[in-house]
């Protein structure tokens, strides 16, 4: 016989247990739930799984590598510099081509310089002086090139007097050019080759067509019409980010070039492709403050017979580029689609919430179906009485006014004495 | 009195109210229903508990900074270079030891470059001409190396004739050496110090082991023996990435490193660990395309007695290695463990949900199960005539054809007919 | 006819069906659900509104660039190269001013070495040696400067033998300054600019305050009076890092300068400010291990009259600075607010399962309860007695002891022999 109950245990085990329903005949709230729920179903099926493609697992933990490459020359002839051809091993710092890389479109040029003394820069205003004491020796130039000598001299080209301090001399006048030195920078070309690796997927590409017509990548131009061409004219590339090559090549700049890979690899690989988007870094505040546009000093050292170490100095402006890639890759996986598929079913029972709320106590006769709702047990002499009461009372909290003109106020109140009474009786 | 009664409001608000079930002894919904309730469970503790952690608050925004240091030296005998010792300050570009960093391999040296005119290189397909005629002057060599001066020439050791043109003369000839030069940078060792925080738990640890035995450090290898070494073997990583290190030292290529820290900080610190991994950046693909590997041009400059610019000219081919950094720690936290249990348990509504639709419209008997499933208020006459079509009728719209043969058809239909009557026994 | 069903059935498409309630007066599981119930709304409301911001929709991908720039000038006066100005050309590495720029601070030069022959470092182990057989020709040293070549010497100015090396002759003496040459880079300023861009919220701004009064910008330093003041004191950072700035100076060492942009675009703009946190990345175990502190080796390189070249091998200890931008914009968007709110109250759900659980099982009476909670359908004779028992049996499985013990065993045994009936009454 034990047996046999455990038998009827494991039986009912697979009894299935369900939620007893009460109807509410009132087609406002029906509505509502309706609405509710076809909202619920819109949003699981449009956005969760359309729109987010909810049945992917992502892999975002991109692995890239940029390799860049500039073309080109420009011609110069200046005052300073005489004729001079510019390649680029000249104009790219640094030169090893990776992800960020410079362009020099302009430059102010001091040539010789050595360590000695002469006259600060008089554009320096902490280092106009009138007399010697002005100039403390061994004082730094607060923003200036040197230190103090306790001199205050006039330089040979200027009215006014500037204290003469230990440097590389002579200092650099601030003359910027009028127009950029390489405007011709506009037409070179940068070739840009990223490879990229999803490695949770194992999945990886190239930005380069996989095309065996090598004059094709030779000489294609990143275009619309070329989407996939690796190859880009850098005057293209700052018009495309709404700025003016001429302009930005004389004060200097940084342009962002984004690449995108969002691979969907659920279709083929050939349809995993990057998507460019340029952008100006260094935005249009920065005009109104100090050290507007982007410029930076370098020196080339050069030791002369005697050993004796001299350099050219070189502030260089132009144009920085930063290569940024990022990416997202999906492929179908069960996990995600079941989680997402059941929160949003979860949902549903939110809206179930929500309407009952609005059921049992922001309409007419929610008090009814508040009743309804309840269960009402064999109470002890009048029918449905204590219980009754119990429930509107659990019901109640909110609605202190209309609890007087209750119908069943009477019978409530004597219910409320008998809370145990009331309690005993379920019990029964 | 009064207080009475709000005694009795305050107590009910403690009542519980939970709903009430019907049990369907129907054992293909009830075991479907266990099943569902157990891969939910089991989903719960095994992939969001175990796999995924979910008791665990995390941190991603890793605080890493990385210093590379190489060591090595390499021998070379050259016709053109003659006897001469490179060292790190030779091959390693830039010095400053960053997690970015590129080892020259192999190189095309021009040295006793000036500004000059000299006859573009042969290799260059837009410089060939016939004519003085086919070189406009002024004109840039696409892809070349200068511009144009009008003059078509031969030179001395080549048969085809190219542009005269105004550029770093001589030009530089494109021949690169069949056999990389430094091929024992095979042997060369690079030292990786990788220092980590995890800012939201301050907890910040190094990848070179807490030792004070010096001598290992400065001796030991990383491999599969020493998983904590930080000196690791030039040879090797390219190995270990799935390369052939000559093939790439001659070619030049890209290879990651990446150093990934997942620390679950409940447990000891000393079980948070960097494990290592490599791969080539630059893949196969490429290979086929321009520019194939890794090279660029840099050049040192020189000044000679009469102060004239010349320089040398370095085509490198070398490998970059980019060591990329990520991590995550974990630390137990109840807020996560808590959202993870509710909306696991959330999920199981939805399994019920999931069930219900079966039971109430995909199995036979469905109908009677709606039935049960429903309140049945007590009509005015025939029994529960009314509201059980109501009920019914709530349930039905998907099963049209199954409608008219429905045994309470006609009752159905009075009951439709009644409505209104309908919602009025339910307001009795 | 048929047209009065359809609308029958359409109306009855609004009806509301919710669930039906059994109410448990008992104040234990009362108080609980309702304490559940609140912890889940002050969740809600306090953590994923408040506190996460849950209403918002969020952009992490920062688009970032930084322009660095530094000021300052030092004097130094040693034996070896006498006295000497440095400036921003001379001590900043790389010279581009990106987010990564490296300070020297400290240096060890070792001028005019020639490709040549000379006696290894005494410094290194490898390379000592008592006899020529010792030196092997043409193996290099281990962790040395050079090649042997067979003979083993004594250098002047040391009492050990070591083995002769073809190198850069000669080879860098191992003795570094006691304190820093370049002290005074404590009093250097950088200049930080960075620009930041939201690009799902086209949101962009600059780290400098958008003022027109240009001098506060020259002579501003960053501070807590001064939180926007985009210069910084190098000496400051260091400190507020937790480091010393001469200790670090000898050494050498990485500072993090953490930009963090968290913007709430609800608010004005002028509310999305930058927040600088600086700390030290080369963290303490470091100094234990090898090469603590940070430090590189680069090279100038020059020619003399007769083409020969020679370099000047310079050690550089320093400091290297990295800035980090990372931030997160959120701005009010309806969805997420929706999906919250959704899956907040889902959880309510989950709070009801636990309660019932509670109810069900964990306390006293608790089978009374099952009985309640469970449907009673008309049995055949005895009342509720068959079903009462499946009911009591589907939700006995665990506690098997108290099994025999309850009261309705008898019954339960019946019903459970008559399994079928209590179907059958169920179909009734």
Redesign the interface.
Known sequence: ?GQ??W???F?????????????????K??????VVQLS?LA?LVG?VFVVKKGYQDTDT?L???V?T?L?????TNTSELG???W????YV??????N?F?VMTNLIVTP?QR?ATCPESVSIPNALCDKDEDCPA?E??V?????KTGRCLKDRDSIRRTCEI???CPVEKRSKPKKPLLA?AE?FTV?I?N?I?FPKFKF???N?????N?SY??NCRYGTEHPYCPIFLLGNIVRWAGSDFQEMALEGG?I?I?IEWNCDLDKAPSECNPHYSF?R???K??E????SG?N????????D?E?VDY?T?IKAYGI?F?V?V?GKAGKFNI?PT??N????????????????LV?LYLIKKSN?YRG????I?PGLGGGDTP?QV??L??E??EE?KS?KEHPSFPKM?S???S?QQ??AT??L
Not at 11 to 27: C, H, M, P, W
Not at 71 to 75: E, I, L, P, Q, R
Not at 288 to 291: H, L, R, Y
């Open positions: 016989m046999v109950a038998k009827g245990l039986l009912s085990l697979f009894d299935y247990k369900t939620e007893k329903y009460v109807i509410a005949k009132n087609k709230v029906g509505i509502l739930y309706r619920i949003y956005w933990s692995q890239s590598s390799i490459k073309k080109g020359v420009a011609f004729e001079r051809l390649d680029v091993a000249d710092i640094p030169p090893q081509g990776e960020v410079f010789n360590q061994g730094a130039v923003a200036g090139n040197g230190v230990l440097a590389w011709s037409n070739y080759k490879s690796r990886s590409k190239v380069v067509l996989a095309t065996n090598e990548l030779k940084v962002g984004q952008s870094l260094d935005n505040f920065a109104k403050s100090i050290s982007y930076f000093r370098f020196a080339k050292y050069y030791r017979a050993g350099r100095l920085r930063d940024m990022n996990i079941i989680i598929i059941g929160s949003g079913l979860a949902l549903m029972g939110a809206g179930a919430f929500f309407c009952d059921l009814f309804k709702k309840c269960e047990t219980d119990c429930c009372l659990l109640f909290p202190k609890f109140f219910g409320i004495l809370l009331c309690v379920t019990d």
